[in-house]
T-cell receptor
Framework: KNEVEQSPQNLTAQEGEFITINCSYS?????LHWLQQHPGGGIVSLFM???GKKKHGRLIATINIQEKHSSLHITASHPRDSAVYIC?????????????FGTGTRLKVLA | DAGITQSPRHKVTETGTPVTLRCHQT?????MYWYRQDPGHGLRLIHY???????DKGEVSDGYSVSRSKTEDFLLTLESATSSQTSVYFC??????????FGPGTRLTVL
């Protein structure tokens, strides 16, 4: 079993829909990160969370430390949101700053 | 955008040849990382560095070596490339447990 699991693996939505991507992890963490990767490869950090909720524009990220679960929400989705969304945890098991990544959720938003 | 460049951006080589990928940063960040990204696996850590001449192995380090002689440069070497090392390679940088910033990636094909 992977230490970081994302669901769904693939998601197709119509423009304007509310989207939720989930991430569950099984290791102790100091922070959880949500990343976005557009076709063509560039990886951009969206959020770093250690508790609660963060919002940036139409994106909202939440984390429940007790349940070891995080969600990324996209409100009023748009075709430009089409990308792979990657969850990563900062696995502070060895005292070094190393990420453990999920395999990503491929989102396609149709106009 | 964080100042990270990777070179080359694309490379095709033959099995058995040595290959060196370069990551260069202008941010003076302490930590540098090399990842590979393959379908179905997400991003996996190859090696990382926590300072000049200080490096350590990640989860998929076999067949790879690294060097960091200056803060700004982190080199990844495949001593004798194999087809299983065909992948997209990403460099990232961070300062302690802050967000990791990713380079644009290098697509390597080993024939």
């Amino acid at each position: 079993k992977n230490e970081v699991e994302q669901s769904p693996q693939n998601l197709t939505a119509q423009e304007g829909e509310f989207i939720t991507i989930n991430c569950s992890y099984s290791v102790g963490i100091s922070a959880l990160h949500w990343l976005q990767q557009h076709p063509g490869g560039g990886i951009v950090s969206l959020f770093m969370l250690s508790s609660g909720k963060k919002k940036h524009g139409r994106l909202i990220a939440t984390i429940n430390i007790q349940e070891k679960h995080s969600s990324l929400h996209i409100t009023a989705s748009h075709p430009r949101d089409s990308a792979v969304y990657i969850c990563a945890v900062d696995g502070r098991t060895s005292g070094t700053y190393k990420y453990i990544f999920g395999t990503g959720t491929r989102l396609k938003v149709l106009a | 955008d964080a100042g990270i460049t990777q070179s080359p951006r694309h490379k095709v080589t033959e099995t058995g040849t040595p290959v060196t990928l370069r990551c260069h940063q202008t941010e003076n960040h302490r930590y540098m990382y090399w990842y590979r990204q393959d379908p179905g696996h997400g991003l996996r850590l190859i090696h990382y560095s926590y300072g000049v001449k200080d490096t350590d192995k990640g989860e998929v380090s076999d067949g790879y070596s690294v060097s960091r002689s200056k803060t700004e440069d982190f080199l990844l070497t495949l001593e004798s490339a194999t087809s299983s090392q065909t992948s997209v390679y990403f460099c990232a940088i961070s300062e302690r447990s802050d967000t990791q910033y990713f380079g644009p990636g290098t697509r390597l094909t080993v024939l």
